[in-house]
């Protein structure tokens, strides 16, 4: 996570990208290498989120799924970016992956609030589809339709 190589005294610790506290399961796809101290770090910052909403959209798979389970679970509440940062965990662009949900009829709108003298973000789920069998490729299938209408 912290970009030092091996050759700089490092020792790696293998890791669980979800946390075994959370379901996370031992398994290759939720397993990494991480530095002692950015391992660290990540136990800190995930024993600070005891909201059992994020906890239980990381347990799905895809991550698709796992964005739109947790604005499901806020069901008209406003959701922080920082919550949906941490379930799209294996997608540095979770806010593309947030979009293509519109692909298969999801809404939500964005609002941006003032707080403690901070400007926070916040999504709000408006509509909501059943999920089909395959998100990701539902989601590419409504893209390509989407680039043929506007070939049109």
Same mark, same amino acid.
């Given at each position: 996570?912290?970009?030092?190589?091996?050759?700089?005294?490092? @020792?790696?610790?293998?890791?669980? &990208?979800?946390?075994?506290?959370?379901?996370?399961?031992?398994?290759? *796809?939720?397993? =990494? %290498?991480?530095?002692? *101290?950015?391992?660290?770090?990540?136990?800190?910052?995930?024993?600070?989120?005891?909201? *059992?909403?994020?906890?239980?959209?990381?347990?799905?798979?895809?991550?698709?799924?796992?964005?739109?389970?947790?604005? &499901?679970?806020?069901?008209?509440?406003?959701?922080?970016?920082?919550?949906?940062?941490?379930? %799209?965990?294996?997608?540095?662009?979770?806010?593309?992956?947030?979009? *293509?949900?519109? !692909?298969?009829? =999801?809404?939500?709108?964005?609002? &941006?609030?003032?707080?403690?003298?901070?400007? @926070?973000?916040?999504?709000?789920? !408006?509509?909501?589809?059943? =999920?089909? %069998?395959?998100? %990701?490729?539902?989601?590419?299938?409504?893209?390509?339709?989407? &680039? @043929?209408?506007?070939?049109?």
């Amino acid at each position: 996570m912290c970009g030092r190589s091996l050759g700089e005294g490092i @020792r790696l610790q293998v890791d669980h &990208k979800v946390p075994r506290e959370w379901g996370g399961p031992t398994v290759d *796809e939720n397993l =990494w %290498a991480l530095c002692s *101290e950015c391992n660290q770090g990540k136990r800190n910052f995930f024993a600070s989120i005891t909201d *059992e909403r994020v906890q239980q959209a990381m347990l799905h798979p895809s991550v698709h799924i796992r964005l739109g389970e947790l604005l &499901k679970a806020f069901g008209n509440g406003r959701v922080p970016k920082a919550y949906l940062q941490i379930v %799209a965990f294996t997608h540095d662009d979770f806010e593309k992956r947030l979009r *293509e949900l519109r !692909e298969i009829g =999801w809404r939500y709108r964005v609002e &941006k609030r003032r707080e403690s003298g901070r400007v @926070r973000t916040f999504f709000v789920l !408006e509509h909501w589809e059943p =999920w089909p %069998a395959n998100p %990701a490729a539902a989601i590419r299938e409504g893209e390509r339709a989407k &680039k @043929r209408r506007d070939k049109r």
